[in-house]
């Protein structure tokens, strides 16, 4: 397994899609008292600036969602989206070209996976707090499929 893999989709805690798994949109959609964002909240924030450093553009936008998930699939679609971009991001530890690419001066593409590695994991144990604020950590082995 490549470290990239480890990072983004197995290693050091819970297995990406065993943590985003068997949640509801009743609870991704609130902001619990005294918490900065909800579920919904830290995944689109992590999953956006994921999508943005793998995609190399040029604006990240807004920083936070503008509004709630109205319906269950928009939740499914961003854990896949989140998932098929953290896939993404692992599968170029294949490559060592494409990491050794510098995307600025002095900064390459192995640098910036490993910000966004990083940033993830802070985005997705605050999901885990919330979860286990609300009763819903952890989740059933049941639910480890989204």
């Known amino acids: 397994m490549h470290i990239l893999e480890h990072l983004f989709l197995v290693g050091e805690f819970p297995e990406r899609a065993h943590l985003l798994s068997g949640l509801t949109l009743e609870q991704v959609r609130p902001c619990p008292e005294g918490a900065s964002h909800s579920i919904y909240d830290e995944l689109w924030h992590a999953a956006g600036y994921q999508r943005y450093v793998l995609e190399r553009g040029d604006a990240v936008g807004d920083l936070y969602p503008t509004a709630a998930p109205e319906h269950e699939h928009q939740w499914h ?16 530890g294949q490559t060592p070209e494409r990491l050794a690419l510098e995307v600025e001066t002095g900064v390459t593409m192995a640098d910036e996976l490993n910000s966004v590695a990083v940033h993830n994991a802070y985005h997705l144990g605050k999901i885990v707090a919330l979860r286990q604020r609300m009763g819903a950590w952890p989740p059933k082995a049941s639910e480890h499929k989204i």
């Open 77 to 92: 679609d961003l854990v896949h989206g989140f998932l098929e971009g953290a896939r993404a991001a692992a599968a170029m």
